[in-house]
């Protein structure tokens, strides 16, 4: 049997892995094509524009944000904000980076076909859903990434006992820092590896560096969101977090995820118990311990140990942390040093129900958020369309973007030369929702004012339980007794995000506001029998 070079098993084996790398960055991106803003991404885009060191090192929820907001403004500046493309590219990318981080740490000890699926698994986490499509989410991705380089990094240099791979470590560390709180919980795990280790002689700067420019910006800007007041609740918290870590790598219910916990506790027991274990082997493991900490004492309140974004770190912790102590037990066989095929080939099978069962949910998170940018989009159609009329002061929506208020958005719109709006004319075309939220806006232009001159009022008629009014009209109402009335343009009234408004006995003036869409208003009266129609 000829075998082939080793060059050709290489370059084979690059080719593999490149095409799995295309196939996965190609499908997410057709999952989350529609996709917008969203939420907390509108911080970025509002208030930190302008390059500046009050921009790059505020604190976003107590967490040091400097890389991804200056990722923020570089593609702010290229892309504007009519491309969400690019952010939702520069996520799948980061995203992809930190699979191939967890899969290069694998490999090390078992080898390519692991480490390959262990990138494929990762790479099609249906559980991660929220960091993979949402743009903002590079911060907490690229937090993880360099924590997992930096470990990759610390590994190496003691292999090949290499000065330049403990500094790049170390630079790896403090981007981690410089990108999410969850750095943190990275400079613990590994000032503890090189603190605490046989060479500390040669590591122990490796976490001083970043410890120290992370505690001189909190000095300066940091803020806290932990309580020691929750501490009670931090074991639940994290029990949750572990489950529903286990649960969503499957795609199950999180009874199932604690059953999975559970067996794997008793499986890391068994080396424990013989010492086999080492700092080095459970560092996946603490650091997910300690992020989980972290989280339970800063957002007990919340509640929320199932987030997606949360799953995500957990998972990857999960994956890596107990292929590093499955090294471990095979490692004390002497007759096994790596695993078997049968072992690989239940390694494979794993990962292939993990991406089955959690595939749903992918599915259905690209969904929600891309509903949830086209609500938002349509609304800002209207703020474009009423930039003048509109408060600047008021939440573009107070449920789906309430930190997004109309004067500073405007502002970015004509600093960046670009709006994230839909086409106005496609608002009538446009989801339910999107409407609703369009509707909801719109409602904050039309105030009935009270006119004091009976005289005004010649002709009474008696109205319908409708009024159609065309855009730029103006109606006179005579309000016989209290009543209701709604009004609703793009979406039925029944259904109005506003409801219905009271108004008393009087003499009112509706103006209705003119733009470029032709779609008439409609003003839905509670009791018509009590409102005469002015004939002016």
Same mark, same amino acid.
């Given at each position: 049997m000829i075998e082939m070079p080793r060059s050709s098993k290489f370059y084979a084996k690059l080719l593999v892995s490149s095409s799995c790398a295309l196939v996965i960055a190609m499908y997410l991106m057709y999952l989350g094509r529609g996709n917008n803003f969203f939420f907390d991404e509108w911080m970025f885009v509002v208030s930190r524009r302008g390059l500046s060191a009050h921009a790059l090192l505020s604190p976003h929820n107590g967490h040091l944000s400097a890389l991804p907001v200056f990722a923020f403004m570089v593609l702010l500046k290229f892309f504007g904000l009519n491309h969400y493309e690019?952010?939702?590219?520069?996520?799948?990318?980061?995203?992809?980076?930190?699979?191939?981080?967890?899969?290069?740490?694998?490999?090390?000890?078992?080898?390519?076909?692991?480490?390959?699926?262990?990138?494929?698994?990762?790479?099609?986490?249906?559980?991660?859903?929220q960091n993979i499509f949402w743009g903002?989410?590079?911060?907490?991705?690229?937090?993880?990434?360099?924590?997992?380089?930096?470990?990759?990094?610390?590994?190496?240099?003691?292999?090949?006992?290499?000065?330049?791979?403990?500094l790049l470590s170390s630079i790896s560390l403090a981007c981690s820092l410089l990108c999410a709180g969850l750095g943190v919980a990275g400079l613990a795990v590994i000032a503890l590896l090189c603190l605490f280790s046989a060479d500390r002689q040669r590591t122990w700067w490796i976490p001083v560096g970043p410890a120290v420019m992370y505690a001189i910006w909190y000095l300066k800007y940091g803020t806290s969101q932990a309580k020691l007041s929750a501490l009670h609740g931090v074991p639940?918290?994290?029990?949750?977090?572990?489950?529903?870590?286990?649960?969503?790598?499957?795609?199950?219910?999180?009874?199932?995820?604690?059953?999975?916990?559970?067996?794997?506790?008793?499986?890391?027991?068994?080396?424990?118990?013989?010492?086999?274990?080492?700092?080095?082997?459970?560092?996946?493991?603490?650091? #997910?311990?300690?992020?989980?900490?972290? @989280? /339970?004492?800063?957002?007990? &309140? =919340?509640?929320?140990?199932?987030? %997606?974004r949360y799953l995500y770190v957990g998972i990857v912790a999960l994956v890596v942390g107990v292929l590093d102590i499955i090294f471990v037990s095979e490692a004390a066989i002497p007759l096994s040093l790596s695993l078997s095929l049968s072992?690989?080939?239940?390694?494979?099978?794993?990962?292939?129900?993990?991406?089955?069962?959690?595939?749903?949910?992918?599915?259905?998170?690209?969904?929600?958020?891309?509903?949830?940018?086209?609500?938002?989009?349509?609304?800002?159609?209207?703020?474009?369309?009423?930039?003048?009329?509109?408060?600047?002061?008021i939440a573009v929506d107070p #449920?789906?973007?309430?930190?997004?208020? @109309? /004067?500073?958005?405007?502002? &970015? =719109?004509?600093?960046?030369?670009? %709006?994230?709006?839909?086409?106005?004319?496609?608002?009538?075309?446009?989801?339910?929702?999107?409407?609703?939220?369009?509707?909801?806006?719109?409602?904050?232009l039309v105030k009935p004012q009270t006119m004091f001159d009976p005289a005004l009022c010649k002709v009474d008629n008696q109205a319908g339980s409708q009024i159609q009014l065309m855009p730029g009209s103006t109606l006179l109402v005579k309000i016989l007794q209290g009543t209701a009335y709604g009004i609703s343009r793009f979406a039925p009234q029944e259904v109005s995000r506003a409801g219905m408004q009271s108004i008393e006995a009087g003499l009112y003036e509706i103006d209705i506001p003119d733009d470029v869409v032709e779609v008439p208003w409609t003003l839905t009266l509670e009791n018509s029998a009590d409102v005469r129609i002015c004939d002016m």
């Open positions: 690019a952010f939702r590219f520069a996520a799948v990318i980061v995203h992809l980076s930190v699979a191939l981080m967890a899969s290069l740490l694998v490999r090390r000890n078992h080898g390519w076909l692991i480490g390959t699926t262990v990138f494929v698994v990762i790479g099609l986490m249906g559980a991660g859903w903002f989410q590079i911060g907490f991705m690229g937090s993880l990434f360099f924590f997992l380089l930096s470990l990759y990094l610390l590994d190496k240099g003691r292999t090949q006992n290499g000065s330049l791979s403990f639940l918290y994290a029990s949750e977090s572990a489950s529903g870590s286990a649960a969503g790598f499957f795609g199950v219910d999180q009874m199932w995820g604690a059953l999975v916990v559970g067996a794997l506790f008793f499986f890391c027991a068994q080396p424990a118990i013989r010492q086999r274990l080492t700092m080095r082997s459970i560092a996946l493991i603490a650091f #997910a311990i300690v992020f989980w900490t972290m @989280v /339970g004492l800063s957002r007990t &309140a =919340v509640w929320e140990p199932n987030a %997606s072992q690989k080939a239940g390694a494979v099978l794993v990962a292939f129900l993990a991406v089955w069962g959690s595939h749903a949910s992918l599915v259905q998170g690209a969904q929600w958020l891309k509903i949830e940018g086209d609500i938002v989009s349509a609304e800002l159609a209207v703020v474009m369309m009423h930039r003048e009329s509109l408060d600047p002061l #449920a789906h973007a309430p930190m997004l208020t @109309v /004067g500073p958005y405007l502002a &970015a =719109v004509d600093d960046l030369g670009s %709006s994230a709006a839909i086409d106005p004319q496609d608002l009538p075309t446009a989801s339910e929702q999107a409407r609703l939220g369009a509707d909801l806006l719109l409602n904050s």
